[in-house]
């Protein structure tokens, strides 16, 4: 896939979000209702909403679409595509439940696995990250109209944002803390001394050690491929990396089994 290409999708994936967000921003706003999947995680309008408006971009491009609110895809039919988006068209609906703001619209290219490009947007703050490997990652703050990717690009500052006199800084979830996470943040202290220790919910923790404001982050807890794709590509991009906690070695997509494991994100 050529230069040009990349840069067509990763455009229609931040006008695809950037849609979504808006979305759920109107359920937000005027109430809605929650109901339970399988697996008891929550689901609201906003999850289906967000879907819809992404699958209507996405479905344009002719790359095959998995995502969280969509419809079961066997490893049979996935396992021999080539390019695949990877979506979380609400990610943390327990953040948006508990109306914190700290929830976001999620979207990853990949290829064989490995990372493309990723998008994420918080549509509370109208914040944008994204990331590609000819762009480089970005963070927009308060996103305003734009005509083309360059000027876009603009608006924003280029990840990592270095800030020299900051704490060594670990970040973890505000819902899924672990006795294994808290032992690994007591080693970090032995490590550094003094840390600072932040807390985030859904993938804006990844986003956090893209843009430098945390060193490390942790996951040792359950996570699916659509809940980290987008920030896996933003973070690398961004000179971070995504790799499993026991091997070191990076995080894949599209495998048998979309459970992710354990892994870390660290600067």
Not at 151 to 174: H, M, W
Not at 200 to 219: N, Q, T, W
Request: hydrophobic letters at 40%; proline letters at 4%.
């Amino acid at each position: 896939m050529d230069q040009q290409r990349i840069k067509e999708l990763l455009t229609t994936a931040i006008e695809a979000s950037i849609d979504a967000g808006a979305e759920i921003i109107k359920i937000y706003n005027t109430g809605f209702d929650v109901t339970y999947k399988a697996d008891e995680s929550p689901l609201t309008a906003a999850d289906t909403a967000s879907n819809e408006a992404i699958a209507k971009y996405l479905e344009s491009t002719g790359i095959p679409i998995l995502s969280e609110e969509g419809k079961s895809i066997s490893y049979e039919e996935r396992k021999g595509w080539e390019y695949m988006w990877i979506v979380d068209p609400l990610d943390g609906t327990k953040e948006f439940i508990k109306r914190n703001g700290d929830f976001t619209v999620n979207i990853a290219l990949v290829t064989n696995g490995n990372p493309l490009l990723g998008v994420i947007y918080i549509p509370v703050e109208k914040t944008l990250y994204f990331g590609s490997e000819q762009t480089g990652s970005y963070k927009v703050n308060g996103l305003a109209r734009y005509s083309s990717m360059d000027e876009l690009i603009s608006q924003g500052s280029k990840l990592p944002e270095v800030n020299e006199d900051k704490i060594f800084t670990a970040v973890g979830s505000k819902s899924h803390m672990t006795p294994e996470t808290e032992t690994f943040f007591d080693e970090l202290k032995k490590e550094h001394g003094k840390i600072e220790i932040l807390s985030r919910g859904s993938s804006l923790k990844i986003c956090m050690v893209a843009e430098g404001a945390a060193d490390i982050y942790p996951r040792f807890a359950p996570t699916m491929e659509w809940d980290v794709a987008a920030g896996h590509a933003i973070a690398l991009f961004s000179g971070a990396e995504m790799v499993h906690h026991d091997t070191e070695l990076p995080l894949t997509y599209n495998k048998a089994d979309l459970l992710n494991p354990w892994f870390i994100v660290r600067r």
